[in-house]
């Protein structure tokens, strides 16, 4: 049978080495092949875990946090509320069964997700049976209305380009054959217009990751916040700068050679939240903050404490253990931030500040 790696090979031998994003696009959603396409990488049978699988409290709190600014908006009469990479549909099913007690705010929302893998659209529907969601290959095709968007672990599945600044110039990672393997290789160096601004913030020898599609996505998003109101919640490990080498391979929870089994690991970046917010046209973004930081002042502790007293023994472990998990500093507390979008001149949702 014929593999992504074979496929792979046999393009780079004839047409030269690729980029790191072109590497990482067909790694992950070719049609066939695809790491995203071909399954689902969820969970502990998978091969990551993300912050609405460990625990309801995650989709809870984002629920009542969009819900809150929902009504400081006026409460829009018909809204669309979405989810960009849904993954399993669960942060979305907390989400729906937090607010199912504001009043008006299911009525009001139509449930529309962007999902780019019919493994995941599958679950998305089995997990959401009480609603009627419409699925979208791209964020263009959301209706012309109030927006209320999540986006947790979307923006870190985007391919990037990655560039090593040297004398010359930047030298960019590629992905090349040696023998029958693929490995990583740098270009000669040129310079690189759009990294003209890192000249400043950077010496000779380190690395920055440019993300293309994430700013056009994110520019759309706004682009509708601005027209027509709403917000979007942007959840992923990250910083406010890309700094040093973060493409990453995982595997079973662990990580493995980025280039050895094309298609069968999750490949992912960390986010550069500065290039999110300059996409940002037409509208106000928060404060970059951390999730740790945004879901304390959320009342995670307070939700944490009222679950707990219908816990017993190694369900209240693990209740305890993901509370940590979500909000620990040396855990996703701290790796993880967030970023809210706002019509400019709207209250910030809360958990965030200017
Ligand atoms: N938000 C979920 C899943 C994160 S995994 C959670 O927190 O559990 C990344 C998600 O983004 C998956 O659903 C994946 O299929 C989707 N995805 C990746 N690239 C995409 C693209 N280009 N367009 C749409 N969805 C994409």
Redesign the pocket.
């Known amino acids: 049978m014929t593999t992504l790696h074979d496929i792979l090979i046999r393009q780079i031998a004839t047409t030269g080495p690729i980029t790191l994003a072109d590497y990482m696009t067909q790694c992950?959603?070719h049609p066939e092949h695809g790491y995203?396409t071909t399954r689902d990488?969820?969970g502990s049978a998978g091969d990551f875990t993300?912050?609405?699988?460990i625990s309801q409290m995650f989709g809870e709190l984002i629920g009542l946090c969009l819900a809150q600014t929902w009504l400081d908006q006026g409460a829009p009469g018909a809204f669309t509320l979405a989810?960009?990479?849904?993954?399993?549909g669960?942060?979305m099913a907390d989400i729906l069964r937090a607010t199912r007690a504001v009043p008006g705010f299911h009525a009001a929302a139509t449930l529309h997700l962007?999902?780019?893998?019919p493994t995941?659209r599958k679950a998305q529907a089995d997990r959401l049976t009480d609603h009627t969601p419409t699925w979208h290959?791209?964020i263009t095709t959301l209706p012309e209305a109030p927006l209320l968007l999540v986006?947790?672990?979307?923006f870190d599945?985007?391919p990037i380009r990655q560039f090593t600044r040297d004398a010359k110039g930047w030298r960019e990672t590629m992905v090349a054959v040696q023998d029958t393997t693929l490995i990583a290789g740098l270009s000669d160096p040129a310079p690189i217009e759009m990294l003209d601004h890192r000249l400043a913030d950077t010496e000779t020898g380190q690395i920055v990751e440019t993300c293309a599609?994430a700013a056009p996505i994110t520019a759309e998003i706004s682009r509708r916040i601005a027209t027509y109101g709403g917000t979007a919640l942007i959840f992923d490990y990250g910083d406010w700068h890309s700094r040093g080498d973060t493409f990453q391979a995982l595997r079973n929870h662990h990580p493995v050679d980025p280039f050895a089994t094309p298609g069968a690991a999750d490949l992912t970046a960390h986010v550069d939240f500065e290039a999110l917010a300059l996409a940002a046209t037409g509208v106000t973004h928060s404060a970059m903050t951390t999730q740790g930081v945004f879901l304390e002042r959320l009342g995670i502790t307070a939700r944490a404490q009222t679950l707990a007293t219908s816990l017993t023994g190694t369900a209240l472990e693990s209740h305890i253990q993901a509370h940590r998990r979500l909000t620990h500093p040396q855990e996703m507390g701290s790796l993880f931030k967030t970023l809210a979008l706002v019509p400019t001149g709207a209250p910030l949702p809360p958990g965030y500040n200017q």
């Open positions: 992950l959603l995203y990488p969820l993300t912050a609405p699988e989810e960009i990479g849904p993954g399993r669960t942060l962007i999902e780019a893998s995941l290959d791209s986006a947790n672990e979307f599945a985007l599609p």
